[in-house]
Each structure stands twice: as C-alpha cells, then as structure tokens.
C-alpha cells in the first residue's frame, strides 16, 4: 500500500509557507468505528460523530477494508439506488468493478478513482470481479460521498473514470512525502477530478520522521482521515492513528509529521486529505438519498419505486457467488 508510488526526489514541490500563514488548529479527532456494508464486507465509518456543519460538503465516507481476503470471501455491493449527490470511490489497492443504469462502468483497481454524480437519479453496482472472488486478495479503498447544491440535486448523471495514471503527484519540498492529487487545487497544483462543488481530495504518504505542510484554500474546510500508521497533527502536534478524523480550523495551511518508527507493518503514515467550499443548506438523507427536505426523500423513495431513478441494464454485472462444496 498503496498503488500509485513515485521517486519523490524527481517530481514538482510544494511551495513553503508565506510569512504569516497560519497553521490550521485541530478542532477535534474521532475514532471511526468498524461496521459491515454492502454484502458484509468490512468498513470503517470515518464520519461517525462528526458533525455536517464541519465536514460540510461532504456527507459520508467508508474506508473499506484493509482486508486480505481469502478464497471466496470477497464481498460487494448489489444494484441499488442513489440521488442528491456524488459518489467517489478511490481503490488503494485491490479491484472493483462499477456498472450504472446510466452506462457508466468499468473496472477501478490499484490508484483508479471512479467518480460518479447520481445527481437526479441512478442504478449502480460495485462487486468484486470473478477473478478476485476465486483466489481472494488484498482489498482497500474509499468509498467518499460529497453532497451537491440544492440547485444541482436533479442534474444528469455523470460518471468519470481517473486512472492511477493520471493523478497528479507532488512532493513535500524536502522530497520526504508525496501527495497524489485526485480533484481540486493544491498550491497551484491541480488533481484530475471535475466537481460540482470546489472540493480537494489528496493522499499523502509521509515517510517516517518526515513533516509536510500543505498549503489549504482558506475557504474550504479541512478534514485529515488516518488510512495507516501514526504521527501528529496540526501546529500543536496532536496524535492520530489508523483509522481516525482530525478536523482542522480555518487558517492557510495543514502540517502532518510522521511518527519514527511507523507501528507495525505501515512503512509509512498514509493520509487522506480532504476539504471544500461549505454548501450551507440543510441536509435530510434517508439511505441511499441526500437532499435538502423530507418530502424530497418521500418523493426519492417514490420515484425509486415507480423506477424513474433508472432501470438494470439487460447485461448487467451481478456479484459472482463462489461455488459451494459438496460434503
């Protein structure tokens, strides 16, 4: 872990801070519980405590896994519906493979980011493939849902596929992490993804004893979600782990410092970097559905049921289910 990787030593540099920029304060840090999704596969709900005003745009997000599974064992999602939002899933490693109702589809593996905008409606699948379920794997991603304005809610779908490729990839100005820029803009450099909302999404990987400061949109908020291994946190050093949300107060940049030795088998502390332009608009949300008032989410689930939200495509994609033994 991860996927994506490069000889920092040879890409473009973040900028140092300006005099007088202000190093972002920790509000506070959370401890994701674990849960099950989909078809039980296992996940952290990085969110859980955590209020919508402060990661306002964002609504949702699951690590899933780590996981090494074994023969058999991978799970995924079946069809179901989505509305109001943006869905964004990022594989660190491992595969999956994505169909909608809308055409959208693919395979997203090692580094690939698949975004969809459900926005007025869609049918979508996320299922390990054949392969994978057969000889068993590691798996490891994101899944991020990232609300939309109330005046974009019943837009198209979209769906855009980022290859690993693609990302943008920077280094701390001393060469001792690399950040991987998959949307939105980061001291003048600039991740693939096309949004609704102004957002930046980013994973950095901080070698040990290593300190990056990452210049941050004084206009966006900032969220730091733990994927691996340990350090500290904002100017006043306070500690986070695998598995656990900083939230950040307003200022001009993040710094992330990284624990020497890492604990365990994490070469490296690996974060997931994320922040946007607040929306401000109440938020309902019932399951799969993100809107701004209940009669919204009454007439999303109506509209599911009438199949207006779209319909399973005669070749669909369904989970492979592993052969059963006979005794």
């Known amino acids: ?67 090494e599974y074994a023969p058999g064992e991978p799970k995924g999602t079946p069809w179901h519906p989505h509305r109001g939002f943006e869905t964004v899933t990022y594989m660190i490693d491992g595969t999956f493979q994505h169909q909608d109702s809308n055409g959208g589809g693919g395979v997203i593996t090692d580094g690939a980011t698949q975004w969809m905008t459900a926005g007025a409606g869609i049918l979508h699948i996320e299922t390990p493939p054949e392969e994978l379920v057969v000889s068993g794997g590691l798996f490891h991603g994101i899944q991020l849902w990232v609300n939309l304005p109330g005046r974009d809610k019943f837009s198209p779908p979209r769906y855009q596929s980022i290859e690993g490729d693609r990302v943008s990839l920077v280094s701390s100005p001393d060469a001792g992490a690399l950040l991987r820029l998959i949307a939105g803009d980061v001291g003048g450099h600039q991740g693939p993804g096309s949004t609704h909302t102004p957002i930046a999404v980013a994973h950095a990987s901080v070698f040990p004893g290593a300190r990056l400061t990452v210049p941050w949109n004084p206009g966006f908020n900032a969220l730091a979600y733990i994927l691996a291994g340990s350090g500290r946190v904002g100017g006043e050093g306070r500690p986070v782990g695998r598995g656990q949300l900083a939230v950040f107060g307003p200022g001009d940049h993040l710094t992330l410092v990284a624990d020497d030795p890492q604990p365990g088998p994490a070469p490296m502390l690996e974060v997931l970097l994320l922040g946007g332009q607040p929306i401000r608009e109440h938020v309902e949300m019932y399951g799969p559905f993100v809107m701004n008032t209940r009669e919204e989410l009454r007439q999303a689930v109506e509209d599911y049921q009438a199949g207006r939200l779209g319909v399973i495509p005669a070749n669909a994609l369904m989970p492979h289910r592993a052969a059963q033994r006979s005794g």
């Open 1 to 67: 872990m991860p996927a994506v990787t490069a000889d920092t030593t040879s890409l473009p540099r973040l900028g140092t801070p300006l005099a007088g920029a202000v190093d972002r304060p920790v509000r506070s840090v959370t401890t994701a519980p674990s849960g099950r999704e989909g078809e039980g596969f296992p996940v952290r709900r990085a969110f859980a405590g955590v209020s919508l005003a402060d990661l306002d745009p964002f609504v949702h997000m699951d690590q899933m896994g780590e996981v």
